[in-house]
């Protein structure tokens, strides 16, 4: 156990400490005796400080996105992102039309504060009638929101059409509001395995992520946002459950083997369309 006593006395300076060496424990494997201890095993996974300060700006950004039926219960929740003061970006398959997006509402600062209590969040309610865009072959629906200033107070997250932005293997982020739970962040939780002109695939980790969730960069530039899970499938194209059955409809989904994620790519499929 460590003792303050045994390295510092009352008024020592630290200039003037003798160095202590460090000695590995005698449990570990011979070949291990005599290694530095402050060395790095593999490859460095260290990012700056400044990291976290930014994806803290892109959080605020996302938020939990509601459809409402006729009667006003929940249809289904999902995940979008202000792309603009008053413009949120989400899938398609979750905002499909203008009669969708007019019972659509966005939750933001939907999440839990320092202290762990669930803040306030603020809902508004989408205006299909001043922007809407809605595109089935990338999904991907643009729709404004009624509050034209809510960019400008919590931010939002710029579109590039940069080259680049992502390439095969680098980490990426996902903020999330996964089956309309508060907003939870999956930081550098997959790598980018493959890239085509509409879609990247990622790697599928142990997390679900909520259709409309974007996918970061280590800079924070939105690279996609999520649309779909890749589930392993036989020769015969049949999908394959994680102890390697055959799965069929009407079973439970959760016993799925999936093993990637799908992400429309942002930026590069509006160039595709010119």
């Known amino acids: 156990m460590l003792r303050v006593a045994d390295y510092q006395t009352d008024g020592e300076k630290a200039s003037n400490r003798p160095a202590v060496p460090v000695k590995v424990g005698d449990s570990v494997p011979a070949q291990v ?54 413009l949120l970006l989400t ?57 034209r200033d809510i960019g400008r107070r919590l931010g939002w997250t710029r579109l590039t059409e940069e080259e680049g932005k992502a390439v095969v293997g680098e980490k990426l982020s996902i903020i999330q509001h996964a089956s309309g739970t508060p907003k939870q962040l999956a930081l550098r939780a997959t790598s980018v395995i493959d890239i085509s002109e509409m879609f990247l695939h990622c790697a599928a980790g142990p997390d679900a992520s909520s259709s409309g969730s974007p996918l970061f960069n280590d800079q924070w530039e939105l690279i996609g946002i999520h649309r779909a899970r890749v589930p392993s499938t036989n020769k015969q194209g049949k999908i394959l459950t994680r102890t390697g059955r055959i799965w069929s409809p009407g079973n439970d989904a959760s016993e799925i083997a999936f093993v990637a994620i799908e992400a429309v790519r942002v930026g590069s499929s509006a160039r595709s369309r010119r």
Do not use: K, N, W
Request: with cysteine; proline share 4%; charged share 20%.
């Open 33 to 86: 005796h005599g290694a530095a201890i402050e060395r790095i095993i593999g490859s460095s996974d260290l990012v700056s400080v400044a990291f976290l300060a930014r994806g803290l700006a892109a959080a605020r950004t996302v938020g939990c996105v509601t459809v409402l039926r006729d009667d006003g219960s929940p249809l289904l929740q999902a995940t979008g992102v202000l792309v603009s003061p008053s």
């Open 91 to 147: 899938t398609a398959h979750v905002i499909t039309s203008i009669q969708d997006a007019g019972r659509a509402r966005v939750e933001f600062d939907y999440q839990d504060g320092a202290d762990g209590r669930l803040l306030r969040p603020t809902s508004i309610a989408c205006d299909p009638s001043a922007f809407f865009f809605s595109d089935s072959e990338s999904d991907t629906t643009v729709v404004a929101l009624q509050d």
